[in-house]
Every structure is written in structure tokens, then in C-alpha cells.
């Protein structure tokens, strides 16, 4: 089974996903960045799906669960660089990814955690 | 890639449902369907071949085109010899769902395709067949 690589600048953790995940695969991600983000005490998560083609129902419940694991957890997630033909059928399909914050692409994403991880240190 | 015109691809595991999609992005580009017409087909084919799995105990997905007024068409059926559904129109209710998924994959896939078919009955196992037209 492919296991989605996690790699860790500073204080966020950083998975791109590049291949066509078998549903074990992406369950595997969310069990793997739970664990990381407990052992690195990241306070930002950044899940690239730009080489994404399509985004079903199962990976967007993963996305949405990641989501609420990591805020639990303490830490912010952000999904950069969905294409547009996978947020058109996203919607209509059904799925509106509540709870999960999204960028354009990897710089946005960068910003959005860099004002959470201001936010949290403010005390929000 | 080259596809045949018709065929059976066997819905037994996880990786068939990878396999699945990547056979329906083929079919899509053989009939040159816009990105957007592909990524819903595609997408409509998983969410289908995981109920095929999941909750037909696993069964097949067939494919033919389709031509009508001059206008082709890929035309699917995802077939399984399960429990079947007592109650269909409850079963393309969003949000309805018998345990594991959000109750997306039938009424979903339903909004993504130009044509919609099921048949069951309980016991007689499930079909569903689906068109995009170019």
C-alpha cells in the first residue's frame, strides 16, 4: 500500500498528494498526521491537492475529518490548490468541505497559518 | 490510450475502485468530453464503484458508447448481485444512509451524469447505470 509522505518545515506539517489514493491510503494519511501532529506539536497542517483529478465523497470526508482531528489537536489546516473542475463537481456532488479552510495555492496557504499561528500566539 | 468499445472491469477491491477511475478517465478522453464533464463522470464512477464494494459485497462495472442524434455518449452500469435496496427513493435521498458513507454516492452521482438508472429489489442484487453525453 502507498503511504502519503509528510514533511515538516518549521512549525507546519506539509503533505502533497500525487497519486490516486486507494481509500486505505488516505485513512492511513489521517491516522499518520494525527500521530505527527501530536509528536511535532505543529501548529499548522497544508494538504497540496493540486495534482488532484477528482475529489469523491470519501476523500472529502478525509479532508473534512483531518480538519477537525487537527483543530482538536490544536493546530490549523489549510487545503491548497483544489482545480476548478474538482470544486464544480464538489458542489454539486454535494459536498461543501465544512470546517475546512482553503487557499488557491501553497503561498496563501502559508499566509492563512502564518496569521492563525499570530492569532494563537495573541491569545485569539 | 486506446479503449475498447465495450467492457467489464471486475469491482472486487480498494484497487479496483482506483482502477475504475483511471478506465473512465480513459473512456472520457476517447470521446472528448470537456474537463469539467470528465472530472463529474469520473467522479460519479467512484462514488459507484464503492457502493458496488462496499455495499454489494462487489460485482462489476461495465462500459459502452452511446451515440443519439448525432451527439456520443459513454454509458456505465455498475452491477452487483447484493442485499439489494427495499426502498429506492429513499436511497437517493440526500443524506440517507445505511451506515458507513454521508448517503452522497447515489443522489450525488445522480447530479453529476445526464442519465440516471437503477434497478433493485431486495435480494436481486443492485444496478445502476449512468450517461454523459458529449
Redesign the interface.
Known sequence: MDRIPILRMGDTLLVTIQV?????TALTLQDDLANRIATTGASGVMIDISAL??????VG?MLTSISGIARILSATTVVVGM????A??LV????SLEGVQTALNVERGMELLRRARQENVLGR | MAVEPTGTLPLLD??N??AS??MV?ALCQDIKLS??D???M??AA??LS?NTLIHGGGGRMRWEFAERNGRRGLVLHFEDEGPGIADIALALT?GWTSGS??G??L???K??VNEFEISSAPGAGTRVSITKWK
Open positions: 490516486d489514493m486507494q481509500d486505505q483529478e477528482i475529489v469523491d465523497s470519501f470526508r482545480q476548478p473542475a474538482v464544480i463537481t454539486e456532488l454535494g459536498l | 480498494e484497487q475502485i482506483v477511475r483511471q478517465r474537463l469539467v470528465q472530472t463529474k469520473i467522479t467512484s462514488e464503492r440526500d458513507g454521508m452522497l454516492g443522489p450525488g452521482s447530479r453529476l
